[in-house]
């Protein structure tokens, strides 16, 4: 059974359009996060979410919207997309409100690609 | 601000060899620490951390508060060990900070 779920796994769109990804997780987890990894492989933290409720922004533009229907799910939607969200994002949740020695769990990312 | 260095991108050694991952971190609180590895085309999974002191895979990671550093190594490099390496920062604000990667490649 996969832990966190991410859907799509490609998505290559072309410039200004709008897109979502989505992310589910059957872990009873509290808390989901999503991350971005860049052209360099560096991996950036993006959002947090505790039972639905926003944690952590961390200066992402505004196009990007996070969206928690439950605990389970965090979606991003992405508005007007631009060349340089392209990149792999991660979704991933972690137990307990996301408290210090708790592991996270990732997805399998998804390769957003613009043209 | 809290900052983990990898200062290596690529490490190539061959199969049996001795391997270390360097690892740096910056931090002023008291930090905790991450090894994640990226098997190709795998997901991010955890390979250890520092608070449990365990070896995974025969993968051992020591903090060093001194140094402030916290290098992953193993005696005898295996080509299944072939992936990525990211080092890990727990910040207190319920997310990680992650080094840049490194990417270890053992030869036959």
Redesign the interface.
């Known amino acids: 059974d996969t832990a966190?779920s991410q859907t799509p796994k490609y998505l290559v769109t072309q410039m200004g359009n709008d897109k979502s990804i989505k992310c589910e997780q059957n872990l009873g987890h509290d808390?989901m996060?999503w991350?971005k990894q860049d052209s360099?492989?560096?991996?950036?933290?993006m959002f947090?979410y505790?039972n639905k409720e926003l944690?952590?922004n961390?200066t992402v533009p505004n196009r990007f919207s996070p969206k928690s229907p439950d605990k389970a799910h965090l979606n991003l939607h992405i508005n007007s997309l631009e060349l340089g969200d392209s990149a792999v994002y991660?979704c991933?949740s972690?137990p307990q409100?996301?408290?210090?020695?708790q592991?996270?769990?990732?997805?399998?990312?998804t390769r957003l690609s613009i043209l | 601000a809290q900052r983990v260095t990898q200062p290596e991108k690529l490490l190539s050694v061959f199969k049996g060899a001795p391997v270390e991952l360097k690892c740096n971190y910056s931090y002023s609180g008291s930090p905790e620490l991450f090894w994640y590895v990226q098997y190709s085309r795998q997901r991010l999974q955890l390979l250890l951390r520092h608070i449990s002191r365990e070896s995974i895979k025969g993968f051992t990671a020591d903090l060093n508060k001194g140094e402030t550093s916290f290098h992953l190594k193993k005696p005898f490099a295996q080509e299944e060990d072939s992936a990525m390496y990211y080092c890990a920062l727990y910040t207190g604000r319920r997310a990680l900070t992650f080094g840049s990667g490194t990417r270890l490649q053992v030869q036959p």
């Open positions: 966190v808390t996060y991350y360099k492989k560096f991996l950036k933290i947090s505790n944690i952590i961390e991660f991933a972690s409100g996301g408290a210090r020695n592991p996270q769990h990732f997805g399998d990312g």
